[in-house]
């Protein structure tokens, strides 16, 4: 019986305050009070059968110790209905989940899961809501994902560990954090904002144990929660569940968390600081720049959709005359800019530098101002205006295909419910309000007045300039050395023992597998509550004038989803590092008819992306054929389709590359970001130099993404005006290779109506290119040490080894994706995640190339890491052992992983991937059927093959370079990035 929920009557101890139908996203909304504890229930209703839960905590730091971040890591490490280590591990390893996580923000706590499962969805929110209300908290939790002292060895030397702190050396091993913190401590001293909720690793080992468990007390009382349910369970049964099982077990309220929004600021505010680099690298042009404004709060809806839209149109659109004058300037090497809607509870303008230098931060200060008070007074364009009103605008109607859209809701309404001021419902809406802001905007000045009023007249600024710093590394490392020494000299000998005898019992703990017992008390799915026979979508071939054709029939919310597929296969290796440069500048750059600000306008205008990506694609039945493709990719609503193939044909036959000084200027940004990257989350590289000692794809990779291209582009930024014409002869020879019929692939993603005018429109971007003969090369490419390592400045480092796992392609079968779950989410979580203190550690492995690896993410090891992947064959020898529970467990995760949920521009996209490398819905049925019958003997049949990781030992270690000497004989080769 469906109950009918009325306004003002109470349903399992909530009241409800307000029931809403909202068209904008075909959903019923609910809004509930708890009558005793008074905390907060928004229940989303439709049809999405993507179910959804959330439970939100209001978690308010008053230091930088990450005391709200470790503990949200500790509280899914056991509770007391299930007093199992690691119970997100443990569910991770086995489940339908599509989404499974938990996160920290600068004042609130959420867990949320999402599962298409109607068992499955109630068995975790049981297990979600026992370990938030009633955590087990032990103090080895707290010292194996927060900090402690670790001492193996009588020998050895004192050192600091924890999973968070690994990860948040990690992350502050990236400026454009350093910036944001210095920012949000600028613009709002003595708040909440002004400490580094994720833990600042200088002050983590401040914290104490009792601290953090006191800080639960305090904050995860039901009182001080929000919760949330989205999509087609039953509503009176989720807030009974709630209420019976954990709610009625508290029988009064108690004071909610309180934000502390500080004085604020009212006159402008400089800060300076530097970041670490290399010892002995350039400094120059390495400096990062902000300014930013404090501009309104999270309640002001209007103020804040119209922001989002102004940072694009001052920042980082293309056709801003700001970023025109500010590269004309020769100030940076790029420049953007956002609005922060939530993050904090105001909001902020944030522009910046990238690839300056401390004594440009005044002739900026004043470019900025005095360009600003120009575009005001002169009016915005009007072009550039309705370019990113409509960009904005696609922007939202394509929230409506994402396949995490409960997520998305809740992360839309939870500011409206934690701060007050805004009416829920309305946070779930936005058509009304685009449509005032867009009348206002264009026929009433309305952008020109908020510019003026809260970014050139407003006090409250603050500019941040972190400049490079050759020797903050080593004063970072001598810090801690210090404090680690310190506590070193106030042991005796005694104290070393105990602290040697309280590691190496962590180290048991955490090598001791939960019981059989225990882990059956957690909830479980069982094989029969899989689908036997999931539905697997696959497109239709056709044909476009000449080029192949891949058709996916989806219901896309009236979007079309293009990609323009351009055979690379006549490209020889000399070009290939100028390829993913080629791709960038194409979709840039203009035309003979538009100049790069024009062309930005112009598409903008109509269509909701337009970008590229380079892939090469396998075929299942011969690993020998190959075939790299460069696609450009369009998103476009069904009513813009035939301006935004007007546009493209125009790219395609008049692409002009004489604006040699925007192209120097995009080539210079895409070094700047590239070497961000690389020193602050390195670890593609190193995966991607692995991974090219296996195959001829691998190789194509190197040379187009790795560190081949990275090298490549250093060197041409490096001797610019040397390279410079080397570099434009490799653009028009790129452009005579690609753009033509011959190996032309298009794939759509639409309604049937959109793809018939498709099939018609499309027509004339594929007869507007030259019919000439594609001639295949074979590039030649060069070898390279088999164990490398790759320094940067960098505390953490990002270990990868492979191998090729099948060399026979008959010998893979679905059995191997069970024993894939169980190597990523039980062996390497434990061994290196969990014993060794990285963040975490994954598996890449392609079964189109049979090519392996496992990849550790933020990680204090490298010779630890190593061994615990030499260790992998001797582990799998020991699953003979596995319980049949276990294994049934590995089963159910590795088949929602084979089943994955998507919305429908990615299913489109895999639909393609899987047409060209010849995979059929019939071989994703065998996979699935062979996940299913599953034997301890299937996994044990597939030891002998990894004894391929001894035999090759193929390597790649990228980030601390302190960290790589101490283990430097496991490479051959060590680079400085």
């Known amino acids: 019986m469906t109950t009918a929920f009325a306004i003002g009557s109470t349903y399992h101890g909530f009241l409800l305050t307000q029931k809403e139908y909202i068209a904008e996203i075909n959903s019923t909304a609910f809004l509930f009070t708890h009558t005793v504890l008074g905390c907060q229930a928004l229940a989303i209703k439709n049809e999405d059968a993507n179910k959804t839960f959330c439970a939100s905590f209001m978690t308010v730091p008053e230091d930088s110790t990450g005391v709200a971040h470790i503990l949200e890591h500790s509280v899914l490490m056991g509770s007391k209905k299930y007093p199992v280590r690691d119970v997100f591990g443990e569910i991770n390893k086995g489940g339908l989940m599509t989404f499974l996580n938990a996160m920290t923000g600068a004042d609130t706590t959420w867990y949320p899961f999402a599962t298409r499962n109607l068992k499955e969805y109630f068995n975790i929110m049981d297990v979600y809501c026992d370990v938030v209300f009633n955590p087990l908290l032990l103090r080895s939790t707290f010292e194996q994902e927060g900090w402690h002292y670790h001492l193996e060895n009588a020998d050895d030397p004192v050192q600091f560990m924890g999973v968070v702190l690994n990860e948040m050396k990690g992350a502050y091993s990236d400026p454009i954090r350093a910036l944001f913190h210095h920012t949000y401590q600028g613009?709002?001293?003595?708040?909440?904002?002004?400490?580094?909720?994720?833990?600042?690793?200088?002050?983590?080992?401040?914290?104490?144990?009792?601290?953090?468990?006191?800080?639960?007390?305090?904050?995860?009382?039901?009182?001080?929660?929000?919760?949330?349910?989205?999509?087609?369970?039953?509503?009176?049964?989720?807030?009974?569940?709630v209420q019976e099982r954990f709610l009625a077990r508290f029988d009064r309220p108690v004071d909610k968390a309180v934000i502390k929004e500080g004085p604020g600021i009212t006159a402008p505010l400089?800060?300076?600081?530097?970041?670490?680099?290399?010892?002995?690298?350039?400094?120059?042009?390495?400096?990062?720049?902000?300014?930013?404004?404090?501009?309104?709060?999270?309640?002001?809806?209007?103020?804040?959709?119209?922001?989002?839209?102004?940072?694009?149109?001052?920042?980082?659109?293309?056709?801003?005359?700001?970023?025109?004058?500010?590269?004309?300037?020769?100030?940076?090497?790029?420049?953007?800019?956002?609005?922060?809607?939530?993050?904090?509870?105001?909001?902020?303008?944030?522009?910046?530098?990238?690839?300056?230098?401390?004594?440009?931060?005044?002739?900026?200060?004043?470019?900025?101002?005095?360009?600003?008070?120009?575009?005001?007074?002169?009016?915005?364009?009007?072009?550039?205006?309705?370019?990113?009103?409509?960009?904005?605008?696609?922007?939202?109607?394509?929230?409506?295909?994402?396949?995490?859209?409960?997520?998305?809701?809740?992360?839309?309404?939870?500011p409206a419910l934690k701060h007050g001021g805004i009416e829920p419902f309305d946070a779930l809406r936005i058509d009304a309000l685009l449509a005032e802001i867009r009348k206002e905007a264009t026929e009433n000045g309305y952008f020109e007045r908020l510019i003026r009023t809260y970014l050139l007249d407003n006090p409250a600024t603050v500019t941040v300039s972190l400049a490079p710093d050759p020797e903050k590394m080593g004063k970072n490392l001598h810090e801690e050395q210090e404090r680690l020494d310190a506590f070193s000299r106030s042991l005796d000998q005694e104290?070393?023992?105990?602290?040697?005898?309280?590691?190496?019992?962590?180290?048991?703990?955490?090598?001791?597998?939960?019981?059989?017992?225990?882990?059956?008390?957690?909830?479980?799915?069982?094989?029969?509550?899989?689908?036997?026979?999931?539905?697997?979508?696959?497109?239709?071939?056709?044909?476009?004038?000449?080029?192949?054709?891949?058709?996916?029939?989806?219901?896309?919310?009236?979007?079309?989803?293009?990609?323009?597929?351009?055979?690379?296969?006549?490209?020889?290796?000399?070009?290939?590092?100028?390829?993913?440069?080629?791709?960038?500048?194409?979709?840039?750059?203009?035309?003979?008819?538009?100049?790069?600000?024009?062309?930005?306008?112009?598409?903008?205008?109509?269509?909701?992306?337009?970008?590229?990506?380079?892939?090469?694609?396998?075929?299942?039945?011969?690993?020998?054929?190959?075939?790299?493709?460069?696609?450009?990719?369009?998103?476009?609503?069904?009513?813009?389709?035939?301006?935004?193939?007007?546009?493209?044909?125009?790219?395609?036959?008049?692409?002009?590359?004489s604006d040699e000084h925007h192209i120097e200027e995009i080539v210079h940004r895409e070094f700047a970001w590239a070497e961000h990257s690389a020193q602050s989350d390195g670890y593609s590289l190193a995966a991607t130099r692995a991974f090219s000692h296996l195959s001829r794809a691998g190789k194509y990779y190197e040379h187009v993404h790795g560190v081949h291209a990275y090298l490549h582009l250093r060197h041409l930024t490096g001797h610019y005006l040397d390279n410079e014409a080397k570099l434009h002869d490799a653009l028009r020879r790129l452009r005579e290779l690609l753009f033509r019929r011959q190996g032309m692939v298009v794939a759509i993603t639409a309604q049937d109506d959109d793809i018939r005018r498709f099939q018609r429109l499309g027509q004339g971007v594929v007869n507007a290119l030259p019919d000439t003969r594609l001639l295949p090369v074979r590039p030649q490419f060069e070898r390279v040490p088999a164990t490398q390592a790759f320094t940067t400045s960098a505390e953490v480092v990002y270990n990868v080894q492979v191998c090729n796992l099948f060399p026979d392609a008959s010998q893979y079968n679905g059995s191997f994706?069970?024993?894939?779950?169980?190597?990523?989410?039980?062996?390497?979580?434990?061994?290196?995640?969990?014993?060794?203190?990285?963040?975490?550690?994954?598996?890449?492995?392609n079964h189109l190339t049979g090519n392996f690896g496992m990849v550790s993410y933020r990680d204090p090891q490298v010779r630890k890491t190593f061994e615990a992947y030499e260790a992998l064959p001797a582990a799998i020898n020991g699953l003979d052992g596995l319980s049949t529970e276990s294994l049934q467990q590995l089963v159910i995760g590795a088949y929602g992983s084979a089943n994955p949920h998507q919305g429908p521009g990615t299913r489109g996209a895999a639909a393609r991937n899987d047409y060209l490398a010849g995979i059929t819905p019939a071989f994703r049925q065998q996979r699935i059927e062979e996940i299913v019958r599953t034997t301890s003997s299937d996994l044990l049949a597939f030891a002998p093959l990894f004894q391929q990781l001894q035999a090759t030992r193929y390597r790649a270690t990228i980030g601390s370079r302190e960290k790589i000497e101490q283990d430097r004989d496991l490479f051959s080769e060590t680079t400085e990035l």
Request: charged residues 25%; hydrophobic residues 40%.
């Open 817 to 845: 994706e069970v024993l894939r779950t169980w190597m990523s989410r039980d062996y390497l979580w434990n061994t290196v995640r969990q014993m060794g203190g990285a963040y975490g550690c994954f598996i890449q492995f």
């Open 187 to 241: 613009l709002m001293p003595e708040s909440t904002y002004a400490h580094e909720s994720g833990g600042d690793p200088r002050r983590i080992p401040d914290l104490s144990y009792e601290q953090f468990v006191e800080f639960h007390r305090l904050h995860y009382h039901p009182s001080n929660c929000t919760l949330f349910f989205y999509g087609d369970a039953p509503l009176d049964q989720e807030l009974a569940f």
């Open 495 to 657: 104290g070393r023992i105990r602290l040697m005898e309280r590691t190496r019992e962590l180290m048991a703990l955490q090598a001791t597998p939960n019981s059989a017992a225990d882990l059956r008390l957690l909830p479980s799915l069982t094989l029969t509550d899989l689908d036997p026979r999931p539905p697997f979508h696959a497109v239709q071939p056709d044909r476009l004038e000449g080029a192949e054709l891949l058709v996916s029939d989806l219901e896309t919310n009236g979007i079309c989803y293009l990609d323009f597929g351009f055979d690379c296969s006549a490209v020889p290796a000399d070009l290939l590092p100028y390829l993913d440069l080629f791709g960038t500048i194409v979709t840039e750059i203009g035309t003979a008819k538009k100049d790069y600000m024009q062309f930005a306008k112009a598409i903008n205008l109509c269509t909701g992306d337009f970008s590229h990506s380079f892939q090469v694609h396998v075929r299942a039945d011969d690993r020998s054929q190959i075939r790299p493709i460069l696609w450009l990719h369009v998103k476009v609503l069904s009513s813009y389709l035939e301006q935004a193939l007007a546009l493209l044909t125009e790219v395609l036959t008049e692409i002009d590359f």
């Open 270 to 414: 400089v800060i300076e600081d530097t970041y670490p680099v290399q010892p002995g690298s350039p400094t120059e042009q390495k400096t990062f720049l902000a300014i930013s404004s404090a501009v309104g709060t999270v309640r002001d809806r209007k103020l804040n959709a119209s922001f989002q839209i102004i940072a694009n149109i001052l920042f980082n659109s293309d056709g801003s005359p700001l970023k025109k004058a500010i590269f004309n300037a020769a100030l940076c090497k790029d420049f953007g800019g956002l609005f922060l809607t939530n993050s904090s509870f105001k909001t902020l303008m944030i522009t910046y530098l990238v690839g300056t230098d401390p004594e440009k931060r005044d002739h900026f200060l004043a470019l900025y101002k005095a360009t600003l008070t120009r575009m005001v007074e002169q009016g915005l364009d009007r072009d550039l205006m309705l370019s990113e009103l409509n960009k904005y605008e696609f922007a939202v109607r394509e929230e409506m295909n994402k396949a995490q859209r409960g997520l998305d809701l809740i992360n839309k309404a939870l």
